[in-house]
């Protein structure tokens, strides 16, 4: 079996960390069980700003809610409320 150094040897497109957009994550307290297992996960933690792919904290108010970007996650509930 033929073993390939880089994703251009077997005709697949190259797909590394620099073509890839961070994740972040952003929590309303440091809980370091929770800050430790995303960063290994890969995620970076946001400080400021709404540009999240996961929050921990309170449930978010319905403003919120609808406020969210079709990459932040929302559950199935809010998902049939809204009508989404």
Known sequence: ?????????CGRPAVGPRS???????????????????????????????????YWGRHLNEKALRALNPHQARSAQSQSESGA
């Open 20 to 54: 890839l957009k961070p994740l972040y994550f952003r929590s309303e307290k440091n809980i370091n069980c929770i800050t430790n297992a995303c960063k290994r996960s890969g995620f970076k933690r946001l400080i400021k700003g709404q540009s999240f792919n996961l």
């Open 1 to 9: 079996m033929a073993k390939f150094s880089t994703s251009a040897d």
